[in-house]
Structure formats: C-alpha cells, structure tokens
C-alpha cells in the first residue's frame, strides 16, 4: 500500500506544470524555434506563389500549425479545392500525433481535460521530444511541451508572415541546410533519451518500416508508417514502468 501512495505522489509531481514551468518550457525551445522562422518563411512564400491570400495564409500557419501537411495542401490548391483529398492527405500526414497523445497518456490523463486538450494543441515533434526526456527523467514535462509547443508556433507564424510580406526571405532552406536541423535535433533528444532494450526495438521496427516505405511506397508515405510500425511495437512488447 505504501508503494501505491509513493508511485500516486510522483504522477502528481511529473504531471503538474504552472506559468513558471511553461516559461522555460518556452526559453528552452527558442533557439530552435529561431529555426523555425526559415520554414514558416518558406511557407510563406510558397503560399503567396500558389495565389493564397496572405490573411487566408497566417490564419493556417496559426490555426493548423503543421507544416509539412500545410506544404502539402499547397500542392492541393486550386479554384475548386479537393477536400476530401486535402483531409485525408493532411490527417495521414499527421496520424504521428495520436502516437504523441498515446505515449503521453500515463500523464495526460491525470489532468483535466481542458488542460489535457489544451497542451496537446501546440504538440510537435520537437516539443514532445523533449518532454518524453523530460519525463523519462522523472522530471515534469507538461511545461516543456506547452511552453516549447507556443515557442515553437509563435516563430512559425512570424515565420509566414516574413515569406509572404518581405518574400525570398528564406525561399530554399535546403541551401543552407536549415532542413537538417530537425532531423539531428530529434537524433540528439533519442540519443540522450531513456534507453533500455524496449526503446531499442521500438526504434529499430520504426527505422526499417520507413525506411522500406520510403523506397517502395509513395512519397511521404513512410512518415505514417514508421509512425504506426513504432507505435505497434511498443505495444507490442508493453510498457516498462521502471527501465532501471
């Protein structure tokens, strides 16, 4: 019984977070979110050319707050726009995120649900990494993903509004190689991640399936897949409540 009262006690700690905790949350994504401003420009931009209105554009980038599937409803837009197409394309693009809410959930539910909702709206793949480190460190992770989440939105939107205002801002970030940077920044928060042989075989299933999605499906396909192929593994093999 007193184990229960141990293990209760330290879900309340790792769950909570308050104004000061989401502001380093927020101080702690900055420099990476400055990144951020070259791919919100480049949207920018790319949605000016496609014939977007720039008020039509910011309201996007600051409503949806996904970029790769914002890029692709670009590809998508037309006088008579598709929208089936442009839902499904957009939701498979972002199927990762119910895996981001189910890997969060041992905390999540702990909160209200208008907490619950409310830090999962600015949820990305950067902010929820480090907020998985943060609480596979035993550490409170709510503030990180909240406070990085609005960071990272709020570098993305004034990222938009350059592309579309000022243009050719950043209209390559390939050149100068600004689309690497979230890839070795995840890299980085895996590394120095919880690490045990569940983590290892989660990672390993969820690298060959995107890998061979990559090379045999269609394009983008393989986000969603290495996504899925993840997710089945760990729960496949369950969840380890202490990896030590």
């Given at each position: 019984?007193?184990?229960?009262?141990?293990?209760?006690?330290?879900?309340?700690?790792?769950?909570?977070?308050?104004?000061?905790?989401?502001?380093?949350?927020?101080?702690?994504?900055?420099?990476?979110?400055?990144?951020?401003?070259?791919?919100?420009?480049?949207?920018?931009?790319?949605?000016?050319?496609?014939?977007?209105?720039?008020?039509?554009?910011?309201?996007m980038s600051t409503l949806v707050f996904a970029g790769t599937s914002q890029f692709a409803a670009l590809d998508l837009w037309?006088?008579?726009?598709?929208?089936?197409?442009?839902?499904?394309?957009?939701?498979?693009?972002?199927?990762?995120?119910?895996?981001?809410?189910?890997?969060?959930y041992p905390w999540l539910h702990h909160l209200p649900k208008s907490k619950r909702y409310g830090v999962m709206l600015v949820?990305?793949?950067?902010?929820?990494?480090?907020?998985?480190?943060?609480?596979?460190?035993?550490?409170?992770?709510?503030?990180?993903?909240?406070?990085?989440?609005?960071?990272?939105?709020?570098?993305?939107?004034?990222?938009?509004?350059?592309?579309?205002?000022?243009?050719?801002?950043?209209?390559?970030?390939?050149r100068f190689g600004l689309d690497m940077v979230m890839g070795c920044f995840l890299l980085t928060m895996v590394v120095n991640?919880?690490?045990?042989?569940?983590?290892?075989?989660?990672?390993?299933?969820?690298?060959?399936?995107?890998?061979?999605?990559?090379?045999?499906?269609?394009?983008?396909?393989?986000?969603?897949?290495?996504?899925?192929?993840?997710?089945?593994?760990?729960?496949?093999?369950?969840?380890?409540?202490?990896?030590?």
């Open positions: 019984m007193h184990k229960q009262q141990d293990t209760s006690s330290d879900d309340v700690i790792l769950h909570h977070f308050d104004k000061a905790l989401v502001w380093d949350g927020f101080k702690q994504l900055v420099p990476l979110s400055l990144f951020v401003i070259a791919f919100g420009a480049a949207f920018g931009l790319a949605a000016a050319q496609a014939g977007v209105d720039g008020n039509m554009a910011i309201a037309a006088a008579e726009i598709p929208l089936f197409t442009l839902v499904i394309t957009v939701f498979a693009i972002n199927a990762r995120h119910l895996l981001m809410g189910a890997t969060l949820a990305s793949d950067a902010n929820w990494a480090m907020s998985m480190q943060a609480f596979s460190l035993e550490k409170p992770g709510f503030g990180i993903l909240l406070g990085g989440g609005l960071a990272l939105w709020f570098f993305w939107v004034i990222g938009t509004w350059l592309g579309i205002y000022f243009g050719n801002v950043v209209s390559d970030p390939k991640g919880e690490k045990n042989l569940r983590m290892l075989f989660i990672w390993s299933v969820a690298a060959i399936a995107s890998l061979l999605a990559y090379r045999f499906l269609p394009e983008n396909s393989h986000i969603v897949v290495g996504a899925f192929a993840g997710g089945l593994a760990g729960l496949t093999w369950g969840y380890q409540t202490d990896a030590r």
